[in-house]
């Protein structure tokens, strides 16, 4: 007998969680999913890893940012570009987005705008990191609907400290190292 999947959380239930379910226990019934109770890795493959797209056209950043996310058992996706970033966002639905404003093909606050017309990331925190000048960009990003502005050069610490409190307020808490 399954158990029923419950996710306790603030937020409303966002299609990304309706498709993470499905992908995580057996469909039955209706659009109602159960946890296979037979199959004792069904929680560690839910909590193994939160994902990460990392939306930024300087490789050098990119992989600075995997580097330092990977070390806190994140997984990463990447995006060079604005179009790459749409679609790597619409194939790999990411729990969170690291977006970077200047971008070839158009700007974040574009991108952002795109993501946020996705029915399945509408519930998908971005988070922008710039070399803009902070006091309009941040402004523009906490109006267009960023839960959080850092200005690059980005601390470590300090980034994975924003996701950590990002994830915990979208109501997707953080995944620890197993």
């Known amino acids: 007998m399954g158990l029923w999947a419950v996710w306790p959380s603030a937020r409303p239930l966002c299609l990304s969680d309706w498709i993470a379910r499905s992908r995580v226990g057996e469909q039955?019934?209706?659009?109602?999913?159960?946890?296979?109770s037979d199959d004792p890795s069904h929680r560690e493959r839910h909590v193994a890893q939160t994902k990460i797209l990392i939306v930024d056209d300087?490789?050098?950043?990119?992989?600075?940012?995997?580097?330092r996310l990977k070390?806190?058992?994140y997984e990463t996706?990447?995006?060079?570009?604005?179009?790459q970033a749409v679609s790597a966002a619409r194939k790999e639905?990411?729990?969170?987005?690291?977006?970077?404003?200047?971008?070839?093909?158009?700007?974040?606050?574009i991108v952002m705008e795109r993501l946020k017309a996705m029915v399945a990331l509408t519930c998908a925190p971005v988070i922008i990191v710039s070399a803009q000048d902070p006091r309009a960009a941040e402004?523009?990003?906490?109006?267009?609907?960023?839960?959080?502005?850092?200005?690059?050069?980005?601390?470590?610490?300090?980034?994975?400290?924003t996701i950590e409190k990002t994830l915990r307020e979208s109501g997707t808490p953080p995944k620890k190292p197993a």
């Open 93 to 109: 639905q990411p729990n969170l987005v690291i977006l970077d404003i200047g971008l070839p093909g158009g700007d974040g606050f």
């Open 71 to 73: 070390a806190k058992n």
């Open 28 to 36: 039955t019934a209706g659009s109602v999913t159960r946890l296979r």
């Open 58 to 67: 300087d490789a050098n950043a990119r992989l600075v940012l995997n580097a």
């Open 139 to 161: 402004a523009w990003a906490v109006e267009a609907g960023a839960k959080a502005f850092l200005h690059k050069p980005v601390d470590a610490e300090q980034l994975v400290v």
């Open 77 to 83: 996706v990447f995006a060079g570009d604005s179009y």
